[in-house]
């Protein structure tokens, strides 16, 4: 069996690794110069099952004059990208709705899990490297009444096994003490030891190595301009003017994905949501945080990724733009001097590395995984700011449909016509 996938970030590897390891053929395809150009390059680094909730939690349309003109909102809607906004929007806030959004938490909580567990199996199996933790995340708190409100909040997953450890002043200092500078600041945290981390770009090259070690090969700088279909079967790409055929394509485009699959009916609620981050190389000799922080009034979050600091937050409306506005960098810059002042030296400061990317994010806060309706083309896509997350669980959930297997948990969720 031959397999087309499009797209060589996180999703689209994890699935050709998952298909390589079935004993098929696999061949990438992305308009990137090599693997994990895209959203996957200088993520947030977080793999967090204990952040399944969707963006468009219910009473979010209270906030819609914040996003349209607040400069320091944590997410941002920009004039320029609200026409391609029309259709979406309306579907974002219908899925706002409690009994919807808490459907979709549950959904992507519960992939989240088995997504961790595989990729846990692939990192020891491989012996794979990319700055990997596993001390969980810590989400910490200015205000009792917001600590409360999280715990609630955490508890709606408990009975689906979600771990949230509610942790006193001192006990979240203790667990990392670099925050001690700001501990008067703080009333206590959350700790979820289900957590992760790790460096997403890396852990990307070192499934990109294995797969060619497996036999798969990669078409890098090109454009796919159109899934080919020939007899209501989808039988390979056109790369303007050069056929690739294939017994199955796989759509793993990300941002990209709806513009591939519209003209075959295939209607995908995606649309792209540009995030920020920053990482530093801190000064040789600092004491440097052990786990990741979680801001949660800022919705920001600082994470170790062996001797670096990245700083990462905010979503932006702003359609495919990628420019760098130097106030969301600002306020990335400011984050990580009032968390840790003692590490945010000038020099580390100086070291910074700013960064953004495009989040592919679905209507109703979950993603596509499963069959497009025409035989022989798949969808991988819309894992909007839990990517990393879900991406190996995601992968072994479709590779399980595109050989007929019952997957190790339900595929309803996902389904592209849900």
């Known amino acids: 069996m031959t397999n087309l996938i499009i797209g060589a970030g996180l999703i689209g590897l994890t699935t050709a690794l998952e298909l390589l390891h079935r004993g098929q053929q696999v061949t990438l395809i992305d308009s990137g110069q090599s693997e994990s150009m895209g959203a996957s ?22 906030h819609l004059a914040d996003y349209l003109f607040g400069s ?40 989240g899990i088995y997504s961790l567990a595989v990729l846990d ?36 997953l408990r009975d689906y096994g979600l771990e949230a450890n509610q942790l006193s002043r001192d006990e979240t200092v203790s667990l990392e003490p670099c925050l001690t500078p700001i ?4 009333v206590g945290a959350i700790h979820y030891p289900q957590d992760q981390s790790g460096d997403a770009l890396r852990f990307c090259q070192s499934l990109a190595d294995r797969i060619r070690k497996l036999g798969g090969t990669f078409h890098f700088g090109r454009d796919v301009r159109a899934v080919k279909v020939r007899g209501g079967r989808a ?10 055929r294939a017994d199955n394509v796989v759509v793993a485009a990300g941002t990209a994905s709806p513009g591939l699959v519209g003209k075959l009916g295939v209607q995908l609620a995606i649309k792209p949501v540009k995030g920020y981050s920053i990482t530093y190389a801190p000064t040789p000799g600092l004491r440097l945080p052990a786990i990741p922080v979680i801001d949660d009034a800022h919705h920001a979050a600082i994470t170790p990724l062996g001797t670096r600091l990245r700083s990462v937050g905010t979503a932006e409306f702003a359609g495919r733009n990628l420019h760098l506005d130097r106030e969301r960098l600002d306020n990335l810059t400011a984050f990580i001097k009032a968390i840790y002042p003692e590490i945010a030296t000038p020099e580390t400061l100086a070291t910074g590395q700013p960064w ?12 596509y995984i499963g069959a497009a309706g025409t035989p022989g083309l798949w969808i991988n896509s819309g894992h909007g700011h839990l990517g990393w997350t879900l991406a190996a669980g995601s992968a072994r959930l479709l590779a399980d449909l595109m050989a007929g297997r019952p997957p190790e948990i339900p595929a309803k969720p996902y389904s592209i016509g849900r």
Request: charged share 20%; glycine share 10%.
């Open 356 to 367: 953004a990317g495009l989040r592919p994010v679905a209507a109703d806060g979950r993603p």
């Open 121 to 156: 199996e692939l990192r020891d199996r491989l012996a794979l490297s990319f700055d990997a933790a596993g001390q969980g995340t810590l989400k910490f708190f200015r205000t009792s009444s917001a600590l409360d409100a999280a715990m609630r909040v955490s508890g709606h």
């Open 183 to 186: 501990a008067d600041q703080l």
């Open 41 to 62: 390059f200088a993520n947030g680094g977080l793999l967090t099952p204990s952040m399944s909730d969707p963006w468009n939690t219910p009473g979010v349309h209270r």
């Open 72 to 111: 320091n909102s944590a997410l941002k809607v920009r004039w320029g990208a609200i026409p391609s906004l029309l259709s979406w929007g309306p579907r974002f806030l219908w899925n706002s709705r409690p009994s919807r959004y808490h459907a979709a938490t549950v959904a992507n909580y519960e992939l």
């Open 235 to 244: 039988i390979g790409v056109d790369l303007g003017g050069d056929v690739l």
